[in-house]
């Protein structure tokens, strides 16, 4: 279905969605220029998965969620910019439709956005690649992972979110830790993407066909794939 909608965007505006979507709102709120979606066969991205981005964008999308609309930068301020339609957010982030998932997170579905536990709604992504927001909590987490083979991966996330942080939540603030801090924004600031360098079809072709690729130990218990092109461009 999100692929779909995905597709759906992209023939309507003739751009592809994240480009549209930066357009609209998330170049303002400073999401990384040099993001992408990988795209499927036919040339669309891929709605539903593979967003190349950082995870502060994600945090910048989550934090302007979790307020509303209101640009991430003016969080917590009075008369902050309004960047997304509120009226539209309060529908999506609502329960709209039941959900049937093979877990115990069965709070409904709003328009894109998942309702969690705890009063809060998400995007969860391939793998456990999840931003949560609690507006009860007033916290944003952002995850990357990879739970692909682990029954209820997300929900195993989410249990440890509430055991190690949500108990031991306090209304007294944290002690400064400058050095932690100035530590945690280098990282970040020094984060980047990879962008894919374009190719030739033949050229990758040729050198991956009909060759065994070893696999590292999984839960699925491959140990070799091989890829087998018969023609091609």
């Not at 877990?103 to 536990?117: C, T, V």
């Not at 916290?139 to 108990?167: K, R, Y």
């Not at 009909?210 to 590292?216: Q, R, S």
Request: proline share 5%; charged share 20%; with cysteine.
């Amino acid at each position: 279905a999100s692929h779909v909608l995905c597709a759906l965007v992209e023939k309507l505006t003739g751009q592809k969605l994240l480009d549209y979507l930066k357009d609209q709102f998330l170049r303002t709120i400073g999401f990384s220029e040099e993001s992408y979606i990988m795209a499927d066969p036919f040339g669309v991205s891929m709605g539903g998965t593979g967003l190349m981005a950082k995870p502060v964008d994600m945090l910048r999308v989550g934090l302007m969620m979790l307020n509303r609309g209101i640009h991430p930068d003016d969080y917590g301020k009075e008369n902050g910019r309004q960047i997304y339609p509120k009226e539209y957010l309060e529908k999506a982030l609502s329960f709209q439709t039941p959900t049937a998932m093979n877990s115990n997170i069965k709070l409904g579905y709003g328009y894109q956005f998942w309702r969690l536990p705890y009063g809060g709604f998400g995007m969860l992504g391939m793998g456990s690649q999840n931003t949560f927001c609690f507006p009860e909590q007033d916290m944003v987490f952002v995850v990357t992972s990879d739970t692909q083979g682990i029954p209820n991966g997300t929900e195993i996330i989410l249990n440890d979110i509430a055991a190690e942080i949500f108990e031991t939540l306090s209304d007294e603030p944290l002690e400064k830790d400058e050095k932690g801090w100035k530590e945690l924004t280098d990282l970040a600031g020094g984060l980047q993407i990879p962008v894919l360098k374009g190719l030739q079809a033949g050229t990758w072709q040729e050198k991956i066909s009909g060759k065994d690729f070893c696999l590292y130990p999984n839960l699925n218990g491959f140990k070799r794939i091989r890829i087998q092109f018969t023609e091609w461009d």
